[in-house]
């Protein structure tokens, strides 16, 4: 596996999750795993072992030196590519507000460096790379590689975690990474004058995969495709929907260290000091325990579906609910809520800030978890809320639409401020029966959706990729 971070070692988003937990599944089904990521400056090396030194990496007369270290997470060798020069830096990806202006060459080196573990370290049947930073090994294998005998019979698959996120850059980076200008070309890397990594990986990785079914049907039209539609829809044979799995070790009322007090399917009596706890944290008076507590934890931004919050905003403050709301984006969609905050201080608060502690504490003491996506390739929170008995509102989209079913949530089609409302005053006026609410409530909390599936699904796609290898 390739890919830019995984926990615990570095983590942005729900990648990481993804990353910190498949190979661990894997390899308890028996699959011999490696993972190979950057050595970003806050990753300490305390037991690591240096399993490369000197790794020298050339683009035309420049030049980076690279070392690999080797450290064991649960069983799975995790390679760390250290390039100091190119990844200790204060954030992964950029800096105020701005992508760092080197990224393509950052994420060139790390997948040369791939190529190196497989040659020298881990020689694999299969590599398996996720997102644009890690696109550019299945390009190299098919070009710059293809006739280099160490990669022969190697299968290569590559995960879209989030096709918003495609890797694009000016056309003259090429020799800046070390591709020919011959693959500037609509069939590779070419896209509407620009470089587009992503792009290039669809087309040369032998399989293609990405976090849900229905994402995996909605990114080959032009509404979610985000112009890459016909370039998927073109590989739709080589392209696989596997719903990514939650770690319940991490994501589990009846253990999580973070909640006020444990409960379950069989003992709901904590979550109502959960959501005590949870009122307190935000400064919301403890009246507030008699109307739904509806939680947010997201990224702020339009694709979550924050825009349509916003338009709605005013009708859903008029409802009898209280509204708590965790996370950092634009900053309309942050002053937003601080708006709202102090426009009724006594039922909805905002922390603009990214906390790990309050994400859990805002699963277990909401009733209700909003999620209105414009598009969501799996989502994460809703998962979570289920197993701890916040009922999601949703928008029909993606991992959203797979997980949520009309017997443990509610969901609305149209991407509309009334849809959304519609799904609200549904979710409000079930609250009002609450023997119904429970039910609902004790329906998704019996949800399974650990790795467990997830890696039986991984598994029986890499053996079908490895069918007829030479």
């Known amino acids: 596996m390739a890919a830019s971070e995984a926990t615990p070692f570095a983590k942005t988003g729900g990648l990481a999750d993804v990353l910190g937990a498949l190979p661990r599944a894997l390899k308890a089904r028996g699959e011999e795993v490696a993972l190979v990521l950057p050595r970003y ?5 305390d037991g690591a072992r240096r399993a490369f030194n000197d790794l020298r990496i050339w683009f035309g007369p420049a030049s980076w030196r690279a070392d690999l270290y080797c450290v064991d997470q649960d069983g799975v060798p995790v390679y760390l590519v250290d390039c100091p020069a190119l990844f200790d830096r204060e954030t992964l990806y950029g800096a105020g507000g701005a992508d760092y202006p080197d990224n393509h060459i950052r994420f060139a080196v790390f997948s040369r460096a791939v190529l190196a573990v497989m040659r020298w370290l881990f020689r694999p049947d299969i590599v398996h790379c996720h997102d644009w930073q890690a696109a550019l090994v299945p390009i190299l294998m098919r070009h710059p590689f293809a006739g280099d005998p160490t990669f022969y ?25 070390g591709l020919d200008e011959a693959l500037y070309k609509a069939g590779v890397v070419e896209y509407w004058g620009q470089v587009n ?7 040369t990785a032998g399989h293609l995969s990405t976090v849900s079914r229905t994402y995996a049907r909605e990114i080959q039209t032009p509404e979610y495709g985000l112009g890459l539609d016909g370039v998927l829809g073109s590989r739709a044979g080589e392209l696989t929907g596997i719903l990514n799995g ?7 009322p009846e253990t999580d260290p973070h909640i006020a007090a444990r409960y379950s399917a069989r003992d709901l009596s904590g979550k109502l000091e959960c959501k005590r706890d ?54 309309a969609y942050e002053q937003l809520f601080r708006d709202l905050a102090a426009a009724h201080p ?9 906390d790990e502690g309050l994400a859990h504490k805002i699963e277990a003491g909401s009733d209700m978890f909003l999620m209105p996506s414009r598009y969501e390739p799996c989502g994460l929170n809703q998962i979570y809320s289920l197993r701890y008995g916040a009922v999601p509102i949703v928008r029909a989209t993606g991992g959203l639409d797979d997980t949520i079913e009309e017997s443990t949530g509610f969901k609305f089609q149209e991407y509309s401020p009334e849809a959304l409302l519609s799904a609200v ?20 909390m019996q949800k399974d959706f650990s790795w467990e599936a997830s890696a039986a699904e991984y598994s029986a796609l890499y053996r079908g990729m490895l069918e007829g290898r030479p």
Do not use: C
Request: glycine share 12%; hydrophobic share 45%.
């Open 346 to 354: 006594g039922r909805i608060a905002v922390r603009i800030a990214y």
């Open 197 to 203: 990594l992503l792009k290039g990986g669809i087309l």
């Open 41 to 45: 400056g806050h990753i300490k090396l």
């Open 278 to 331: 949870l009122l307190g944290e935000f400064g919301l008076p403890a009246d507030n325990l008699d109307r739904p507590v509806a939680g947010i934890v997201s990224r702020f931004t339009s694709q979550k579906g924050f825009d349509l919050i916003d338009e709605a905003a005013g009708e859903i403050a008029r409802e009898d609910l209280t509204l708590v709301a965790l996370g950092t984006g634009d900053q």
């Open 246 to 252: 939650v770690d319940y070790s991490q994501w589990s």
């Open 425 to 444: 005053r549904r979710a409000l006026e079930a609250w009002k029966n609450q023997k119904t609410w429970r039910e609902i409530m004790l329906a998704g």
């Open 153 to 177: 019979g190697i299968r290569t698959l590559l995960t879209i975690h989030n096709l918003g996120y495609q890797g694009l850059f000016p056309r003259g980076i090429l020799p800046e990474i």
